[in-house]
């Protein structure tokens, strides 16, 4: 009807999402017009995948917007990582959030530029940032580095100031040094990356409010 032709896609498929994901009886028009098919399950599923990689890393401001939500999250966390570095803070910190949170912090790190996960984060999708210390015997790591990896896959090189460090790398005679660093990125380039996003002698505040001027 009028109605479910009103809904955005993505409430659509997340009712069909929780009908898949508990192996259920897809639903059936309550008159008996007929019921949701695989096919067509599937096709609210790929809409919605295009739905939120336009939402939160479309490039006429969806990309921006994610950066700014997300950088008062990115900012604790690279205080918690800047104390973890320096022998105090927390060992293990464990965040949640609704998969509206977990795009745009994929996004903002520069995760969605890959396709593969420029999509809707799937149920209990994770985002993990690890913390990796000196360790001189190996000659691999020179001061804190991180590595960050989204439902078990490294994508710390997609992280744009982090990817700058890969480029030199030669995949045809790659070593274990070369892997590392495709893997790990310094703390301080990371840090100096996403407190960068804010320009010199402007605040959060004002960044929001002169992107929301542009959009009107």
Do not use: H
């Given at each position: 009807g009028h109605e479910a032709r009103q809904m955005p896609v993505t409430q659509v498929a997340d009712v069909l999402y929780a009908h898949a994901c508990h192996e259920m009886r897809l639903p059936c028009a309550e008159r008996g017009t007929g019921c949701v098919t695989g096919a067509m399950a599937s096709r609210f599923f790929r809409l919605g995948d295009d739905a939120y990689c336009a939402k939160y890393n479309g490039l006429l401001g969806g990309l921006r917007a994610s950066q700014l939500a997300m950088f008062p999250l990115l900012k604790e966390i690279v205080e918690r990582l800047q104390a973890a570095s320096s022998g105090g803070g927390e060992r293990l910190v464990l965040l949640s959030g609704h998969d509206t949170v977990i795009a745009q912090l994929l996004a903002a790190l520069g995760g969605m530029t890959d396709a593969r996960h420029c999509r809707w984060p799937p149920y209990a999708s994770r985002c993990v940032v690890e913390l990796w210390r000196p360790v001189s015997s190996s000659g691999l790591r020179h001061g804190p580095q991180l590595r960050v990896l989204f439902d078990g896959v490294v994508v710390t090189h997609l992280i744009p100031e982090c990817a700058q460090?890969?480029?030199?790398?030669?995949?045809?005679?790659?070593?274990?040094?070369?892997?590392?660093?495709?893997?790990?990125?310094?703390?301080?380039?990371?840090?100096?990356?996403?407190?960068?996003?804010?320009?010199?002698?402007?605040?959060?505040?004002?960044?929001?409010?002169?992107d929301q001027g542009q959009a009107l």
């Open positions: 460090r890969a480029d030199g790398i030669d995949a045809t005679t790659i070593t274990q040094v070369g892997v590392t660093n495709l893997e790990l990125c310094p703390l301080e380039t990371f840090v100096k990356g996403v407190l960068g996003r804010i320009p010199p002698g402007s605040t959060f505040e004002a960044e929001c409010r002169a």
